[in-house]
């Protein structure tokens, strides 16, 4: 398409930002949730909680960016570099791939609300429920 019609070339996570209006709503957030299938060192080739964590760094914000991740791999440290805040992995114990995969909606929703409440927590006002 470039060559034929002279698209311009993106990344996928600059289309998927840019859709969503992420530049204007992390303006005025105080947290970034974001998730992964697998999180590991590879990560940082590309994967979306990496162009998350630019994104808000870019804005200039200094706010939280948590990954909920299916599984978490070797050398995903080094993503707290690149501004991840923290790696959560949703598997809710030992379980084969067949079964975390049965069990997605379930755990990412446990794990969603276990994270909720620890931010709640973590408030000045502390936890309503």
């Known amino acids: 398409m470039h060559a034929f019609i002279g698209a311009t070339l993106k990344p996928g996570i600059d289309v998927v930002l840019e ?3 992420f530049h ?3 303006k005025t957030t105080d947290l970034v949730i974001t998730g992964e299938g697998r999180i590991d060192g590879q ?3 590309g994967k979306v909680p990496i162009g998350v964590a630019q994104a808000v760094r870019a804005a200039d ?3 939280p960016v948590i990954v909920l991740a299916g599984s978490v ?3 995903a440290d080094a ?3 690149e501004g991840i805040t923290a790696i959560v992995p949703i ?3 030992p379980q084969d791939l067949a079964t975390a995969i049965r069990r997605t909606a379930e755990d990412l929703t446990a794990t969603a609300r276990d994270v909720g409440r ?3 927590a973590c408030s000045p006002t502390g936890l309503t429920r």
């Open 19 to 21: 859709t969503a209006g």
């Open 24 to 26: 204007d709503l992390v």
């Open 43 to 45: 990560s940082l080739a």
């Open 61 to 63: 914000r200094a706010i």
């Open 73 to 75: 791999g070797q050398d």
């Open 79 to 81: 993503l707290y570099d």
């Open 91 to 93: 598997g809710r114990g």
């Open 118 to 120: 620890l931010v709640m």
